[in-house]
């Protein structure tokens, strides 16, 4: 994985890369860092990167020569499809907020070009002309883009196979799992008055995995509740949450969300994805209302329309015999009914992907009636699983469906279907 930094301060990250795994990693061959003063590009004797702004108002602008000629100058050594596929991150307060999902995607590409923003902001045509994606960490604001810079890179290197000593380290760590981590002790096992857990000590390793998942569970709905909205959760867990005061897993569909978790709250601007459908008579009752049992149908548009979307048809990759799937847990919250002749607008993204699973959020909206503007129709989640109709056992997700909706929800754009041979058999 090779990282271009570029920025107007190249010193603030010597440190940074010059200790720990990052150091350790570049000195094996798995990660290396280009970094380059945007200031060297400059169109005059003083460097100058900045400027004031048209219009008037506070604070300097980025200028977009310098930018562009640097990332220019990082992926003159590229082919240009090796160019085509590098993502180049602008790191910004405006951006999409970074999460577990994004550095894995970012991860999977062969290099990353880092623009770290200073002053006011950047000329907005980098963003618009030059960014492939906007990045933040977090809804406040710091005094430049390099220590947003560091913490993508950390992130992401983390993902490098090979950067981070054992693979099962990256995927039960907190929020890669889907949850935060269980509590941690090491020796000794009595420190002042404070002891290990017994059951850690007992040796009953099924025991000891039961209490982490549960204590993961109990953290998690204590400290980070909205990422329960968001897990696959199997019925065991969902007990063990009821017994802690959470929804109880047989509450109504149109009170919870996925396994007795509230359903997610998204509006139009959480996909990157959406089609249309419209209400036929015979979903219909005799007043013109919409069967409930009508919107599974609308789901399973949705979720064809999705991979279509991405290139390749679900129904010739199950034929194919490369993969199939199927709908194991669906959960639709109901607002308001469609009528016949509705032309419903379907929103669906893959919120997440298992290793034999992945699961769908989904939102449908109706035509506005009168002055009320939006109207949402239904939300809700639904998990796929993969299998095998031959030995009916569970089944891989294929890399290649992993990495296409990872880097679509992360970006907005479709991989070249062309790198994935086994789904090109199934392209439109």
Request: aromatic share 8%; net charge negative; with cysteine.
């Amino acid at each position: 994985m090779r990282f271009h930094i570029l920025t107007l301060f190249p010193e603030a990250f010597k440190g940074p890369l010059e200790h720990s795994m990052l150091e350790r990693a570049r000195q094996h061959d798995l990660l290396s860092f280009q970094l380059t003063d945007i200031r060297d590009y400059a169109h005059d004797v003083h460097g100058t990167a900045d400027d004031y702004q048209f219009g008037g108002g506070a604070g300097m602008v980025m200028k977009p020569e310098p930018v562009f000629e640097a990332v220019e100058a990082a992926l003159a050594g590229y082919s240009p499809q090796e160019r085509a596929a590098i993502p180049i991150v602008l790191t910004s307060p405006q951006g999409k907020l970074l999460d577990q999902q994004t550095a894995q995607a970012l991860a999977r590409c062969p290099a990353l070009v880092l623009i770290c923003g200073h002053y006011a902001g950047v000329d907005e045509r980098v963003r618009q002309h030059l960014a492939t994606h906007e990045i933040s960490i977090g809804d406040y604001v710091l005094t430049g883009g390099e220590l947003p810079a560091m913490v993508i890179m950390d992130t992401v290197a983390r993902f490098v196979p090979g950067v981070v000593g054992s693979a099962e380290n990256v995927l039960e760590d907190s929020i890669t799992s889907g949850l935060l981590q269980h509590p941690l002790y090491t020796r000794p096992a009595q420190f002042r008055d404070l002891a290990v857990p017994d059951i850690l000590l007992s040796g009953n390793h099924a025991r000891i995995a039961r209490w982490r998942r549960e204590e993961s569970l109990r953290r998690t709905l204590s400290q980070r509740p909205d990422l329960l909205a968001k897990a696959a959760l199997p019925e065991e867990d969902l007990v063990y949450l009821n017994s802690l005061g959470q929804e109880s897993p047989s509450a109504p569909l149109s009170q919870r969300g996925v396994g007795g978790i509230s359903a997610p709250r998204l509006s139009r601007t959480d996909f990157r994805f959406h089609t249309q459908v419209r209400v036929r008579w015979n979903e219909c009752d005799p007043q013109g209302i919409a069967f409930n049992g009508a919107f599974m149908n609308y789901l399973e548009v949705a979720h064809a329309e999705y991979f279509r979307n991405l290139g390749f048809s679900i129904y010739a990759l199950a034929r194919s015999g490369h993969f199939e799937s199927a709908m194991v847990k669906v959960d639709l919250e109901f607002k308001a009914p469609a009528r016949l002749d509705d032309l419903l607008e379907l929103y669906l993204r893959v919120a997440r992907v298992g290793r034999s699973s992945f699961t769908l959020e989904l939102a449908i909206y109706g035509p506005p009636l009168g002055q009320s503007g939006d109207r949402l129709l239904a939300a809700g989640r639904a998990v796929y699983a993969g299998f095998d109709p031959a030995s009916a056992t569970a089944r891989p997700v294929p890399d290649g469906i992993r990495e296409l909706a990872e880097h679509f929800e992360a970006t907005g754009e479709a991989l070249p279907l062309a790198r994935f041979p086994r789904l090109a058999e199934a392209a439109l």
